[in-house]
């Protein structure tokens, strides 16, 4: 009844550096969206503020005042729990507290719902109602960007753990020794090795190390785009780096099946749009550390979500449930 | 209602050598219990016959004919979705076939409910119900017996995972390098370092590597138990095989917490005893391995269950569900 009265919901993706957020339709269809600069503030009031009011333009763009049903948010740290964003150092109005975001942005939006969870978490979620993992009751989405992050699904629901910070993967240890130094401040962890960033490093590492000639040697800074453009050109180099990563990503995974034997591992964000170089390495180790029984059997699946839409959409997904 | 008129479970706990089961009330007291052999048998219908039989016998004893409400069943590479125990090779009756076990014992006890699961999951179910873990909803129970098996509570339900066979953190993988060849073919699974059996591995590695004295090197056969004993005389190498076994499992756990956020850690089984040598090395060697939003907030916990009914009870509550 509500959903036919209110057909429509908001969804807000939080990243470092812009905020993308959009008004969807229950088909996943978005009608009108927008975009706003995360880091332009200091004070998260001053945020939310230009949060609503970009808000309520796109609702008056897509003639939907009245007809939202709630707003779904994805953000780093979010906590689904209790609705805030705790120590997110790495928005410039986070800081090492806890902003109650959920109840601060309801407050501004007239007291429409909000539904808050991590990016990762949010994916998942887009990705079960909307993309490659529609149908799908067990699996694990893991998000290769700047970070690695991840969601779980277990029976159709993501896992939110005692705490609400379940799923933090990408701070598995993916190298016990002389693993790489984490910006979270331990070492070995997948996201050193597994993320655009980390690509980045071992371009650098291995260029330092060896002789091996590449055309990635000729840049000052080189980003997991530059690695994947030089494996396009057959750069021999980087398809080596593509097939580490590769590994490393299949080893671990090897271990997330282990625990909640998922029919599916679904990739997203930039570096899994490398994945005609990452899909063979990713299978062939992660099916060498599997237990016989599973051997063969899960499935490696990259989003179907369009691009430009996916943030937005996963987000926007959660406010289905208020 | 039906509780009321069928206020008792039978609980059978499989295991290689010995096959336990017991009657239980509501109150998880175990009425009458009994123990039969499991590897008189290549014939798994044989065996069944004397289980029925088994059964028949404490139901008489404990006068609950017509009250007994299912029965719970733990076995190795039980599956809970299909009742069945699929390749469990290390059952002499059990072969790389797959057997209808739940079916047939059904049968044979007159069309009794059966539900079945794998030993980890059912001392779960067991610590939750009756145990260290009642009022738990997400926690992790490691069994720490012969192998390292695992039973994982997510929102107060267990995970069996896309085809019911979650769980199985004891092949994670501990140590990547040269790791220790495991009984499933794969090479530094936790449960070579960290079960009864890799302690012993342990101990012979390090007397044969070492001249460090100690009382352990006068036996031909070294058993966890000995190495247990050894550190009660304050044998150095004895005590430092439990720092090691500890420092190995709590950097597990901690990739354990990263994925499902739990309250505790539960640990039981027989090399669980030796918790006044295990407990603080694995809690030092989790934290440091936690992101620090975890520090010091994961409990570990030792099951408390009398070690003689633990795994009648664990076994027994999965029939509470039925």
Redesign the interface.
Known sequence: METLEKPYVAGIDIGGQTTKMGIVDTRGQVLSQTVIRTDNYDDVNLYIDEVAGALAKIIGESETEGKIRGIGVGAPNGNYYTGTI??AVNLSWGGTRTIKFAELLSLKMGGLKVALTNDANAAAVGEMTYGAARGM??FIMITLGTGVGSG?V??G?V???????????G???A???NGRLCN???TGCLETYCSATGVSRTAREWLDMTDEPSVLRSLDIISSKDVYEAAKEGDRLALKIFDFTGKILG?SF???V??????AIVLFGGLARAKEYLYQPVMDAMNA?L????RG?IKIVFSQLKESDAAILGASALAWEL
């Open positions: 705790e120590n009751k067990n779980i277990i029976n629901e896992v939110y753990g005692h705490d609400g910070f379940a799923g933090e993967l701070h598995t240890c190298v016990r020794h979270c401040g331990k080893q090897a271990d997330f282990a625990f909640s034997a998922p029919e550390s237990l016989p029984l599973w059997k």
